[in-house]
């Protein structure tokens, strides 16, 4: 019997505050999301390798901050190493495509602490599941996100024939979004500490 081919979807944002950050809070086990190895072992625990083969990992994501905001230059942090270099890394793996949204300085909150905004990402997201499921590319969109604006490029799968499963980690995430179940084929629920016992 044939594998289905699978495209899998990553808001990396949502992914990394929602799950791998959440986990570090709650479950207290810090993963280092920075670490491309631990990144695709997370990514490729949702799929069922029986009876499934990825097509390609899309992951969507912004290259961070590297301008000047309260004085300070975002640029020499260590958070912007580590990201540039975590970006270079993925980038270059087999099957992995980058889809890079802009990061936006938005001003200062009331803690005085910067406000940064990721835009783009949704619209790349969504063009990109249009796509794979006009063009009959795959035969399912495994989706990791809990972003309820992903819901319209999910009708659009399911009705050019992708199967679409939602992929989630309740020890993390909490309480999840009935509008993301409602259009989903399958839920993928695995536990966060499943994959990093």
Same mark, same amino acid.
């Given at each position: 019997m044939r594998k289905k081919k699978v495209a899998i979807f990553v808001d990396w944002e949502n992914v990394r505050k929602g799950i791998f950050e959440e986990a570090s809070n709650t479950l207290h086990k810090k993963i280092n999301y920075n670490d491309v190895d631990n990144t695709l072992k997370f990514f490729y625990a949702f799929v069922d390798s029986?009876?499934?083969?990825?097509?390609?990992?899309?992951?969507?994501?912004?290259?961070?901050?590297?301008?000047?905001?309260?004085?300070?230059?975002?640029?020499?942090? =260590?958070? +912007?190493?580590?990201?540039?270099?975590?970006?270079?890394?993925?980038?270059?793996?087999? *099957? /992995? %495509?980058?889809? &890079?949204?802009?990061?936006?300085?938005?001003?200062?909150?009331?803690?005085?602490? =910067?406000? +940064?905004?990721?835009?783009?990402?949704?619209?790349?997201?969504?063009?990109?599941?249009? *796509? /794979? %499921?006009?063009? &009959?590319?795959?035969?399912?969109?495994?989706?990791?996100?809990?972003?309820?604006?992903?819901?319209p490029a999910m009708k659009t799968a399911r009705i050019n024939g992708l199967q679409v499963i939602w992929g989630c980690c309740p020890d993390t995430q909490g309480v999840l979004p009935k509008e993301l179940r409602k259009h989903a084929d399958f839920i993928r629920e695995i536990k966060f500490s499943s994959i990093f016992p």
């Open positions: 029986d009876k499934e083969e990825v097509y390609r990992t899309f992951v969507y994501l912004s290259e961070p901050y590297a301008g000047t905001a309260g004085g300070k230059d975002y640029k020499t942090t =260590p958070a +912007f190493t580590n990201a540039i270099n975590f970006i270079e890394k993925l980038q270059v793996k087999d *099957h /992995i %495509a980058i889809r &890079k949204g802009k990061i936006v300085y938005r001003g200062i909150d009331n803690q005085n602490k =910067p406000i +940064f905004m990721q835009k783009q990402v949704d619209m790349l997201l969504g063009l990109d599941i249009a *796509h /794979i %499921a006009y063009n &009959k590319l795959a035969d399912r969109a495994l989706i990791l996100t809990a972003d309820t604006d992903i819901i």
